[in-house]
Each structure stands twice: as C-alpha cells, then as structure tokens.
C-alpha cells in the first residue's frame, strides 16, 4: 500500500472516529439553542421557573385516538409540545390512552372528551381540556402549591369582587388567582362572627357605604392576630376604614396622582405610570411598566412598629393634585414622585405578618388590568402575601417587534445610501478594475 492511500485509509479512520465521537457527545451531553426571533421553540422563563419547583417526577398521560379528523396525527403534536417541557425537566413521562379502545380506563379517569390530558404531582392530579403553555403552567403551578390557600374579599359595602365581571370588579385577577391554585370567597362580617384565622390573604377594595362600627373591630381583630391583608386604595373617603389606616401607620395624602408622563404616552394624566420599582422579593426581576389609574400617595408615619418598603414610584416629574387642576400649583399640590404601593411586615409571636397597600383600586380592576404588568405584578404580591415567594416567577418575554420605525432623517439617509452611495461605490469599484486591467 502506497503513502498516499494510507493517508486517505488515516484520514476516513479519523474521520469517522471524530463522527462517532461526536454522536456519543451529542447524545449524552444534549444541547439547542432557540434563533428564532420570538423564541418560538422554547418556553416563557416563568414556565421554566414553574418546572424548577417540581421536585420529583411529572407524569402526563393524554387520552385521544391516533387520528382526527381535521388535525390529523394529534399524538405527533402533543408529543412536539410536550418536549418543550421535557427539554427543561428530563423525569416528565408521556403517555398515551386511545379512549376508543380503552373505555373502561377512560371512564375511571374522569374523562370527559378526546383529547383531554390528566397532568399528576406528587399524589395530585390536574384536568387540561385545552392544550397550550398558559393551561398547563397554570395546572403545574396549581400542582406546584402544598396547599390551597384561601383567598377572601370584603363584601356587603358595594366592593370591588374577585369574582365579578364589571369594569369596577376584580375578575380577572380573581380567575388569574384560581389559575394558580387559590380559592376565593367573600366575607360579609355583617354575618361571619370573624375574620377566618385560617385563610391566606384577606382583600380589601373600596367600600360605597360606610361599614359599621362591629365590621371594622373585626377587621382590627384581624391585623392585631397577625392576618395578611391586600388593600387596595381608592382616592375617596375611607368609609369606616380609618382605624384601619390608623393601625397600619398610613398616611394618606389628600388629592390625586398626576402624571406628565402619562399624558405623554397619550393615556390620561390621572393615569401614574408605574417606573420605579424598589428591591423587594415581589418586584425581584420586575421591570414592565404598571398602570395606577385615579391614584393616590401613600406614605408611612415616622414612628412605626411596622418594616416598611416602597414598592412601586411613580410620577417622577408629576404631582399629587388637591384641585384637580391640569397645571402645577406651587401653594396646593404637591411635587413627585409619589409611592404608589407600600409592603408592611412585622412578626406578631412566632408568624411574620404581611400587608400590601396599593393606592389605586382600579390597578387590578377589570377594565385596566390588562395594561402593561398590572396582572403579573398583582399576582406577585399576592404570592409574597401567601408566602408562596417560590411562586413568583419571572416575567415572560414579550414578542419582538418585527417592524421597522424610521424617522424622516433616517429614512433620507438609508434612502441615500442605498440608491446613490453603494451604486456609485459599485461603478467606482468597477472602473477601477477595468483601468487596472487596461
């Protein structure tokens, strides 16, 4: 054998040992990247946040036939979805039951339809009917709770309700809450003897009427024994709840929160943009911009019993307006920024109490809690407030924007350099080697 075919024998030996040896690397140290522009193959990071509490194996089993009749192979596109989880959580098992086939498995599970997925944790099970990200996150977070907390609103004052569809109502941060495991209910004190000592959070929006005398020692009752509140403020008179302020130290200060900036974003100056957000477990990793409609500023006494942090600034250049005048009055108002959301905590015996106090009912209300953060920030104070702090996950990334937005100079300038520029470039270049040749 010649010196040059053994150079060719060594090389096809080398090269396919470096194949093999790259199949093994590959297989056992598995690695993608996303280049998609919007992620397209890869979770949102709360989803992978939510993955990294499971501790222990996730098993999934999804009850559908092998074909349907308009989207075909379903199994093929439950299994490509699902592997964007197992990516993430390798113990994540799949498994599929023909409801055709198997009738009695089926019916022992509960099922009601194809293609419905039973989703199990740890001894617990979860239902999903429609299959995406947001159902299944939202039934891993549910399974991702030891417990369900309580979650309880005041009512019977004309309050804003977890469960209502109103503008004026809390809906959707109340199914929001559902979604991730909590329950809710309305407390009437006129009725119940007392505030339940074993619910997570209380909540407390706005009342119309003002609540008797009884009601609020029984709200006192609540915050001297240790209960987690979230209150939020609207900038009306307090209808009772002045002992309430009282006992958490809050200054409110009379007037409403104007907002240049706002005003600048073509959205009402009563509307404070929320931009500065304190560090605090509920605003770690935070930075979307919230909306307080109609707001007002809080403040806290000097001398309190209570661990205070601002949660949210807003109206860096803006003013708390005792006159509702669109200008600055030097003599009335009073200069920002204002905070617009506090937390208070303190220990009452061996439980650490929490209490949030936002300065806009309206922030979760129906009708404006679908602007920028409002939800994902509400949802967080909530979680801090339940002591699920492992719950609050990271925001998820927002979809990038796939169009061009071009000011008039540098619309001239690329328009310039693309049709006069680089053509005379190319024609420059062009004489130059037809002179050199020449």
């Known amino acids: 054998m010649t010196k040059s075919n053994m150079r060719h024998l060594l090389f096809y030996v080398l090269l396919i040992a470096s194949v093999v040896g790259i199949y093994q690397l590959a297989a056992r140290f598995p690695a993608q990247w996303d280049v998609t522009q919007n992620a397209l193959n890869s979770l949102e990071p709360g989803s992978a946040d939510v993955l990294n509490q499971l501790d222990g194996p996730l098993n999934i089993t999804v009850y559908v036939t092998e074909q349907d009749a308009k989207q075909g192979d379903v199994r093929k596109l439950v299994r490509e979805f699902i592997a964007l989880y197992q990516r993430y959580k390798s113990d994540i098992s799949l498994t599929f039951v023909d409801p055709v086939k198997e009738p009695e498995a089926t019916r022992k599970s509960g099922i009601q339809g194809n293609g419905e997925m ?9 239902h999903i009917t429609t299959l995406n990200e947001q159902t299944l996150t939202s039934a891993l977070l549910r399974l991702a709770h ?12 004309g309050e804003r309700k977890l469960d209502g569809s109103a503008n004026h109502d809390l809906g959707e941060f109340g199914r929001r809450l559902e979604q991730n495991g909590y329950r809710i209910a309305s407390l009437n004190l006129t009725i ?15 009342p119309q009427v003002k609540l008797l005398p009884g009601e609020t020692t029984k709200l006192l009752r609540h915050i001297e024994r240790g209960g987690n509140v979230l209150w939020l403020l609207d900038a ?12 958490m130290d809050i200054v409110l200060t009379p007037g409403v929160v104007l907002d240049p900036a706002a005003q600048q974003m073509n959205v009402p100056a009563d509307w404070t943009l929320g931009t500065g957000y304190a560090p605090h477990a509920i605003t770690q990793n935070f930075d979307l911009i919230t909306v307080f409609p109609y707001a007002r500023a809080l403040s806290t006494e000097d001398e309190s019993t209570w661990e205070r942090h601002i949660l949210v600034e ?4 803006g003013w708390v307006s005792t006159t509702g005048a669109a200008h600055f009055d030097k003599k009335r108002d009073i200069p920002g920024p204002v905070s617009l959301a506090l937390a208070l905590q303190r220990n009452v015996g061996e439980r650490e109490q929490r209490i949030v106090v936002v300065g806009s009912g309206s922030f979760l209300s129906n009708a404006y809690s679908g602007n920028g953060g409002n939800l994902d920030l509400g949802m967080n104070m909530m979680n801090w407030l339940a002591g699920e702090e492992r719950l609050i996950t990271l925001a998820p ?11 008039k100079r540098e619309l001239t300038i690329l328009s310039a350099t693309l049709l006069i520029v680089i053509p005379l470039l190319l024609i420059a270049m062009g004489g130059w080697l037809w002179w050199r040749r020449r």
């Open 192 to 206: 119940a003897q007392d505030v339940p000592e074993n619910i997570g959070v209380l909540v407390i929006t706005q």
């Open 118 to 126: 039973v989703v199990e944790f740890a001894g617990r099970k979860e």
């Open 146 to 157: 030891g417990k369900q907390q309580m979650v309880m609103y005041l009512s019977g004052h």
């Open 236 to 247: 009306e008179p307090l209808r009772g709840l002045e002992p309430i302020a009282e006992k």
């Open 397 to 407: 990334h927002t979809a990038k924007d796939g169009a061009l937005t071009l000011s």
């Open 314 to 317: 807003g109206a860096m250049n």
